[in-house]
């Protein structure tokens, strides 16, 4: 995430909702500080109230947000910036986490301790205004060209 890219961030997938979230490094209880949105030239927030978000497993407080973020192969830098391996998408919304009031995902791979991020995939139509992932990569044509494939590792 951010412009210019920052550290890659273990993301657990969530098909279930569309919208992402990022633990900003400035959060005192989230599990793994990586994303620090001060430093991102392209980050922006749509509010500076704090918003409250609920979803399976997890309460989080922060702000609805939009910065570049790519998903793709986690492994060596190369492979990381491989544009046959890694998908990037400019201005797309986010929730960066500020704070952690509620956890309670109990599976190893969805465990506080493993997870840098949750990256939403949801069940969005494609449209100017999606919040997911596909749904946006869908409205913009990028679905067209590019195969995502995503291998689960346990």
Not at 89 to 102: G, K, N, Y
Not at 130 to 149: F, L, P
Request: charged share 20%; hydrophobic share 35%.
């Amino acid at each position: 995430m951010g412009s210019p890219l920052q550290y890659e961030q273990v993301c657990a997938l969530d098909n279930n909702n569309e919208l992402s979230y990022a633990f900003a490094k400035q959060c005192a209880s989230c599990p793994h500080k990586i994303y620090d949105y001060t430093k991102s030239n392209e980050f922006h927030a749509d509010t500076i109230d704090t918003v409250i978000e609920q979803d399976d497993g997890y309460l989080v407080s922060g702000h609805h947000a939009t910065d570049n973020m790519c998903i793709g192969m986690f492994g060596t830098s190369e492979q990381y910036s491989d544009p046959h391996t890694t998908v990037c998408q400019d201005a797309q919304p986010f929730f960066l986490v500020m704070e952690t009031l509620d956890w309670n995902w109990s599976a190893k791979a969805t465990n506080i301790k493993y997870i840098d991020s949750v990256c939403g995939l949801g069940m969005e139509k494609a449209d100017k205004r999606a919040q997911g992932w596909i749904a946006r990569a869908a409205y913009d044509g990028q679905m067209k060209n590019n195969t995502y494939s995503i291998q689960l590792v346990p």
